[in-house]
């Protein structure tokens, strides 16, 4: 039976402004059980037939309402020189004003609409793409929803920020829920948000968040789920493929700030990873996973920063074996050269958390040519009134 909560907010036709130009909420005519559905569907038409054992009924969401726990709005002026925030229009560098948003978390745009507003009166000027003047480009906002602990990062053009304690005194004085604000620079002119230089201007320069029992310290470039309601459905069905008895060696591949591995590694003793290795590139991750081990006292996991595929093969090559892996790729998917030095491992186990599911089709017919076949695939609807959808299926090694 497919799971689609309690709360009886599901039928279709929801307002809102910018439906028609943004490009995300495309389901908004749909009721809740209409879009669950037709992801089944999209997941089940990805795979194809005959590739893997059987599609389950998609997981929904309770609320599927402001479950964005991390809001991010790009900043501009309108026709009359006022400064506006919200989104840049489909395939656009049009900024579409958004005031709230259903599924944006409603503090993140109350705090967003704040900041706007007090610009004028600090003479702040907002960036300006085509003659490169101008401070403010972006404002982000992250909340940790079990911790309720708000961080605000202000990204700018460069390091000037005019009266910017003044400035802080009176954003935290409008809301005192902010726990830390972070200013980051960005001078380049591509399309990343975040630059490679900050500085904390308020509190400690992150926030901390509890998800499936571990507390997880979160900085501003860290990858965490936006949607950590149904990331705890997620992490829990991918470690409950993986079968694992407290005697596994696991490897946590893209670990991020180590969220999988560490939920693997402190759960029952009879139901847990023997020893994780858990493999990053991203430096600033890597760091926010060792802390956040110590943090949750967890002593089975060591953290690599590393490209993952090369760390395997090396692996592979001194005749090192894992009994399990987790693998949960960027939307792109996996790479053969990975799943090619996955399969030298030899794991008995492959868990694949995918959030594309086109891809995640074509990367089980390359690990079926390795040797590795895939049993159910479970749907999971982190992104309601979206086209998105998130999978995870087990794959296990052909005898």
Not at 157 to 179: D, Y
Not at 222 to 227: A, R
Request: proline content about 4%; hydrophobic content about 35%.
């Amino acid at each position: 039976m497919r799971e689609t909560g309690k709360t009886g907010k599901r039928s279709g036709g929801n307002i809102c402004v910018n439906q028609k130009k943004c490009g995300s909420c495309r389901y908004l005519s749909l009721t809740y059980e209409q879009q669950l559905a037709r992801k089944e569907e999209f997941v089940r038409k990805s795979l194809g037939k005959g590739l893997v054992k059987r599609v389950m009924p998609a997981v929904g969401m309770e609320d599927p309402y402001h479950y964005r726990n991390k809001v991010t709005a790009v900043f501009a002026r309108d026709r009359k020189g006022n400064p506006i925030s919200g989104v840049y229009e489909g395939g656009t560098h049009h900024v579409l004003p958004v005031e709230e948003c259903l599924i944006e978390d409603a503090l993140a745009d109350e705090i967003i609409g704040t900041i706007r507003g007090m610009l004028r009166s600090f003479k702040i000027w907002v960036y300006d793409e085509d003659t490169r003047r101008g401070i403010l480009r972006y404002v982000l906002v992250r909340r940790g929803f079990a911790t309720g602990q708000v961080m605000v990062v202000l990204v700018t053009a460069s390091p000037v920020f005019p009266s910017r304690k003044n400035f802080v005194q009176a954003l935290l004085k409008e809301h005192p829920q902010i726990t830390t604000v972070v200013q980051n620079i960005n001078g380049r002119t591509d399309s990343l948000i975040l630059g490679d230089r900050q500085q904390v201007l308020y509190g400690k320069g992150y926030i901390e968040d509890v998800l499936c029992g571990c507390t997880f310290r979160i900085s501003p470039s860290s990858f965490y789920q936006i949607n950590p309601v149904q990331t705890e459905k997620l992490y829990t069905k991918a470690i409950e493929l993986a079968h694992l008895t407290g005697r596994e060696r696991v490897i946590d591949a893209y670990c991020g700030i180590g969220t999988i591995g560490l939920v693997a590694a402190s759960r029952p003793e009879s139901a847990r990873a023997g020893e994780v290795l858990a493999v990053e590139l991203n430096p600033d991750a890597v760091r926010d996973a060792a802390v956040n081990a110590k943090r949750n006292g967890i002593g089975n996991v060591r953290f690599y920063q590393a490209d993952a595929g090369d760390f395997m093969r090396k692996m592979a090559a001194q005749g090192e074996r894992a009994d399990v892996l987790f693998m949960d790729p960027p939307r792109g998917g996996s790479t053969e050269a990975f799943m090619r030095s996955a399969a030298k491992l030899g794991p008995e186990r492959i868990v694949y958390i995918s959030c594309n599911p086109e891809t995640l089709g074509r990367d089980l017919k390359v690990f079926r040519t390795l040797g590795y076949l895939a049993g159910e695939v479970w749907p999971v609807d982190m992104f309601p009134w979206t086209e998105s959808c998130e999978a995870v299926c087990a794959l296990t090694r052909r005898r």
